[in-house]
Nanobody
Framework: QVQLVESGGGLVQPGGSLRLSCAAS????????MGWYRQAPGKQRELVAT???????NYADSVKGRFTISRDNAKNTVYLQMNSLKPGDTAVYYC????????????????WGQGTLVTVSS
């Protein structure tokens, strides 16, 4: 199976910055897309940002200009640089990866991390 390990969450003041990271491991042939989603209390999980191997990106309107998603394909790692954080950004952030399993078998996968809590408060 494919596993995702997230790190970088924590408490930050409004206007501050955090950098989240997520590393994928396991039998992986390719990762076609990676992204970040978040879920605040009482809210549905929503897309924050995604990126493909080719470099295309997609951002939620609420984070455009403040967040930047990047990817290190060699390390199967995705990052989310979060600047100018607002209290509304407070949520559990989940990493997601979609691709194809490797070695002798080829099958699609869609994996999720366990989430990392980001709290923006003064």
């Amino acid at each position: 199976q494919v596993q995702l390990v997230e790190s970088g969450g924590g408490l930050v003041q409004p206007g501050g910055s955090l950098r989240l990271s997520c590393a994928a491991s396991g039998s992986i042939f390719s990762i076609n897309a990676m992204g970040w989603y978040r879920q605040a209390p009482g809210k549905q999980r929503e897309l924050v940002a995604t990126t493909t191997t080719s470099g295309s990106t997609n951002y939620a309107d609420s984070v455009k200009g403040r967040f930047t998603i990047s990817r290190d394909n060699a390390k199967n790692t995705v990052y989310l640089q979060m600047n100018s954080l607002k209290p509304g950004d407070t949520a559990v952030y989940y990493c997601n990866a979609a691709g194809v399993t490797g070695w002798n078998f080829r099958s699609p996968f869609n994996a999720w991390g366990q989430g990392t809590l980001v709290t923006v408060s003064s």
